[in-house]
């Protein structure tokens, strides 16, 4: 087993990888608080609503995210959502508190994954390719694993300053 | 211009298949690739002029572009017939004022659209953009140059959208031809327009005192009659070189990428000797740069033409009749013949949606399986697009379709048109 920590080149990859997918869930995160919004071409977008999404819901718990389409605390489900995307993506983004993060991010492409499984390996509306099995929410938790695995808040990121601040503070360590 | 029924589906035919496959009026938001959302609701608007254009533009604003928050009138009655016209479109009543600025003052907006007499639009665009709001202002832009440029210089003083109410630049079809044929050189070199305008009306209109006691007087309109029919008076109107030659000439500058040199006229009260002062027949010759020649004619005596603006070029000619329908054929062949026409359709390339294919269908008239003589419904929804267009130039610095550099050069061809007119000579444009 090689122990060696990963080279410069390997954890400018890592932090890239984390901040692009911070990025990802910001932007859908922040796009879906936005509203009322315009398009840039000038044309009012429609209001956020998961209910479509969870309508189509396909794989074994499709039932059950389906009937969440019509709680009718879905509007409030709609800003938790929103807002988790949001926070996830920005401390990905930042390198803070970065496993928890991580943690959420895993959350909730899990179940997004679950909640469009995609079992029947055939082009499905809403979708631009075709997946069985794998998606891209589970090529995007892989990636999500694999910051997390990699802890990169420590090699950039406001969690690296914390850790350099506590050990600067912490006698022991001084 | 009246086609025979085999004439109309030839021409729509033509028309259809040059437009085949191009982007037409879509991809206008091609450069907002790249760019988020804005955040905003629709454009709080104030109203100001409730006659028949007026509440025409407050019908067709569609609540989620904008939002009408105000209506100003100096007639109670326009304010009664927009305020039934709110109800009728499903909207909340909203606060009525007599008087613009008193309305800029109490009511919290972003935007007014104007459509007011001609006279008048330039204090009242001014006022309402130097009080930091935007402007749809109806056309003509202006009474004279020097007045549409104050509004454009306004506009850019304020940093606030100004957008000239020439609907068919908004208009599928208008776009549809000028991207299809226009810009695609299929009709080769015009060097001919005619803009056609015929009615067989007075173009004067009835209306009651909305109450005894009420003066035109104190809004500075000598009689009621004036307020009325204003669009009879030389003190508040340019006649039918404003109300309906300033829309063709817009598009005739846009489709010859040029604007008018000189105007000749002719014209004069013919007909309607009761007491008007601008003509009830007008023709003018428009000279534009390398040769090019529209004539518009205007007349209250004869509605067989109806309206319609018509390109001849060296290849092809481009009729757009009644704002809805537009009808393309091959020079040299007969439009009464019954053979496809010879117009090669160059491969087009751009993004090509759906959206654009249903426009162009949307825009020949074909798509709706009406004959020629359709009208009415599609063309509302130039004046709804326009809205539109408007409300999300505020919102997202959209471009505009017209603009009120367009819209200047085209009034200051159609005003030395009027004095040419009155002068029965020629005039040199305003440059």
Redesign the interface.
Known sequence: MNDRPPTRIQQAALVLLRTLVGWHFA?EG??KL????????????ARFSSASYLRSSTGPLADAFRALADASWLPWLDVLMAWSLLVVGVLLMLGLFTQLACAGALALLALFYLSWLPTRGVYEPGTEGNYLLVNKNLVEAAAVAVVFAFRTGRIAGLDLVLARRRAGESPAEA | MNLTPEQQELGRRNFMRALAGTPAVAA??A??AV????????VRLGFIGLGGEGRLLLEQTDP??GEAVALCDINPDQLKRAADALVKTGRAPVAHHADWKEMLQKERLEGVVIATPLSTHADITVGCLEAGLHVLCEKMMAWDGASGRRMAEAAKRARRVLEIGHQRFYNPVYQAAYEGIVKAGLLGDVYHARLVWHRNGSWRRQADLPSPDFTAAQWGYPTFDHLVNWRLYKQYSRGHMAELASHMVAITDWFFGSTAETAVGSGGVYRFKDGREVPDHTYVTLEYPGGRTAVFTSIESNAFDDYYEAYYGTKGTLILKGEIDAYLFEEGASPGESKATGIAVAPKTGPVGSASESRAADAAGAGKGKGAATGGGDRLAAYRHEI??F???V??A?PLKCGPERALASARACIAGFEAVERKTRIGVEA
């Open positions: 932007y922040l796009v936005v509203w009322p919004a315009w398009s840039r071409a000038g044309v009012p977008l | 206008l938001g450069a907002a760019k988020g959302p804005v955040r905003g609701g629709p989620r572009y539109d267009g409300c999300g130039a919102r997202t959209a």
